[in-house]
T-cell receptor, first 111, second 115 residues
Framework: TQLLEQSPQFLSIQEGENLTVYCNSSSVFSSLQWYRQEPGEGPVLLVTVVTGGEVKKLKRLTFQFGDARKDSSLHITAAQPGDTGLYLCAGVENAGNMLTFGGGTRLMVKP | ETGVTQTPRHLVMGMTNKKSLKCEQHLGHNAMYWYKQSAKKPLELMFVYSLEERVENNSVPSRFSPECPNSSHLFLHLHTLQPEDSALYLC??????????????FGQGTRLTVV
């Protein structure tokens, strides 16, 4: 069992659709991050959330940190083919100092 | 360009070969990491260095040997690997360990194939 569970594992949608992916844990995190990884590249940081209930927007992407700081969601509005990639959440547990990654959601947006 | 450079980008090696992966960061970060990314598996943390001292070794087989000669450079020495070691090896750095500064900046990875 992973510390951070991401769902769904795979998602294939048409351009223009909306989607939400989730990152869940039974542990409390001091912060959570979302990364996007494109084929043949390393993950690139999209956002960091640190306060329970926090919402951050990055163009068509909306990130939310759960009130209890155990979960997070990423919502994409009007998805585009350029959004295709592996979305990874990562967090530092309250009592820890290491970054732990979830298994990722592989998103494909078809034109 | 994330400021973390890995070489080579691709490597094919036989099981009896010895090779090294190199990582360099120009961000002034104090912590550096090696991760393994296999198909159908999440990112696996292999080694962590903070201020050139190894602080984490996640039960990695001894055929993988890290080296951190200074805070800007990290190596992963490989010898007598197995085909199941084929994967994308990612290097990352962060300002520090701990609650602040654990945002990780990744290199592009080395795609390793063991034949």
């Amino acid at each position: 069992t992973q510390l951070l569970e991401q769902s769904p594992q795979f998602l294939s949608i048409q351009e223009g659709e909306n989607l939400t992916v989730y990152c869940n844990s039974s542990s409390v995190f001091s912060s959570l991050q979302w990364y996007r990884q494109e084929p043949g590249e390393g993950p690139v940081l999209l956002v960091t959330v640190v306060t329970g209930g926090e919402v951050k927007k990055l163009k068509r992407l909306t990130f939310q940190f759960g009130d209890a700081r155990k979960d997070s969601s990423l919502h994409i509005t009007a998805a585009q083919p350029g959004d295709t990639g592996l979305y990874l959440c990562a967090g530092v547990e309250n009592a820890g100092n290491m970054l732990t990654f979830g298994g990722g959601t592989r998103l494909m947006v078809k034109p | 360009e994330t400021g973390v450079t890995q070489t080579p980008r691709h490597l094919v090696m036989g099981m009896t070969n010895k090779k090294s992966l190199k990582c360099e960061q120009h961000l002034g970060h104090n912590a550096m990491y090696w991760y393994k990314q296999s198909a159908k598996k999440p990112l696996e943390l292999m080694f962590v260095y903070s201020l050139e001292e190894r602080v984490e070794n996640n039960s990695v087989p001894s055929r993988f040997s890290p080296e951190c000669p200074n805070s800007s450079h990290l190596f992963l020495h490989l010898h007598t690997l197995q085909p199941e070691d084929s994967a994308l090896y990612l290097c990352a750095s962060s300002q520090d360990l701990g609650l602040k500064g654990t945002e990780a900046f990744f290199g592009q990875g080395t795609r390793l194939t063991v034949v």
